[in-house]
């Protein structure tokens, strides 16, 4: 069965400063996406960045980028220029789009992300 | 265009009681999820659904559980009777369909519904 692990339950980071979020995984299939959702309190979750297993170049949007190393089965967040707005709990998910795929996210235990001015 | 939007936002009973919890999803969307994320612990899939057809209850707890998508629109997430570990937030997304050479990659939530059983 696949997992989704965030070791950390907090992390903080001053505004304008770059902070990284860990997420680990375990699966046994090569056809997958990895995706980094945000929560903001009281707000729906978005998603920030997708990977796609097969691609080894890295996810970029704008202020935030993966370093997906697919061998170590890890996948973090890096959060640069951190701003105020992007306080909020994030979840790294994986979906299978191999045999196992069903549709559904695995998620990971979240990381509150606490910005500081 | 509208969200995927969820009703209520708070509920509070009792335990013993029943409470149906509803999501609208975006309109189009064929898929519609149900996840629930208990006490700070990771969000867990509950059930898919397909249009009106479900496609994978297998993360559902037990049979006090009851979900519908009625006419493939709207879903309602019955708990009857509540049980005090039923206590949580309750997400529900939804995702294009997906067919030959297409992938949907992207799913949209809701903002949850906190469940608190007392």
């Known amino acids: 069965a696949q997992t989704v692990t965030q070791s950390q339950p907090e992390m903080s980071v001053q505004e304008a400063e770059t902070v990284t979020l860990s997420c680990t995984y375990d699966?046994?299939?090569?056809?997958?996406?990895l995706f980094w959702y945000k929560q903001p309190p009281s707000r729906q979750m978005i998603l920030v960045i997708r990977?796609?297993?097969?691609?080894?170049q890295n996810a970029t949007e704008n202020r935030f980028s993966v370093n997906f190393q697919k061998a170590a089965k890890s996948f973090s967040l890096k959060i640069s220029d951190s701003q105020l707005g992007d306080a909020a709990m994030y979840f790294c998910?994986?979906?299978?789009?191999?045999?196992?795929?069903?549709?559904?996210?695995?998620f990971g235990q979240g990381t509150t992300l606490q910005v500081k001015p | 265009e509208a969200g995927v939007t969820q009703f209520p936002s708070h509920s509070v009973i009792e335990k013993g009681q029943t409470v149906t919890l509803r999501c609208d999803p975006i309109?189009?969307?064929?898929?519609l999820y149900w996840y629930r994320r208990v006490m700070g612990k990771e969000i867990k899939f509950l059930l898919h659904?397909?249009?009106?057809?479900?496609?994978?209850e297998s993360g559902m707890p037990n049979n006090r559980f009851l979900a519908e998508r009625t006419g493939g629109t709207y879903s309602t997430l019955k708990v009857q009777p509540a049980e005090l570990e039923d206590s949580g937030v309750y997400f529900c997304?939804?995702?294009?369909?997906?067919?030959?050479?297409?992938?949907?990659?992207?799913?949209?939530f809701g903002q949850g519904t906190r469940l608190t059983v007392v």
């Open positions: 997304a939804s995702s294009q369909k997906e067919g030959k050479g297409f992938r949907t990659t992207e799913a949209f």
């Open positions: 699966t046994s299939e090569s056809d997958y996406y």
């Open positions: 990977q796609e297993a097969y691609k080894q």
């Open positions: 998910a994986y979906r299978s789009y191999g045999s196992s795929n069903t549709g559904k996210l695995i």
């Open positions: 309109s189009g969307h064929d898929n």
């Open positions: 659904f397909v249009k009106e057809s479900k496609q994978d």
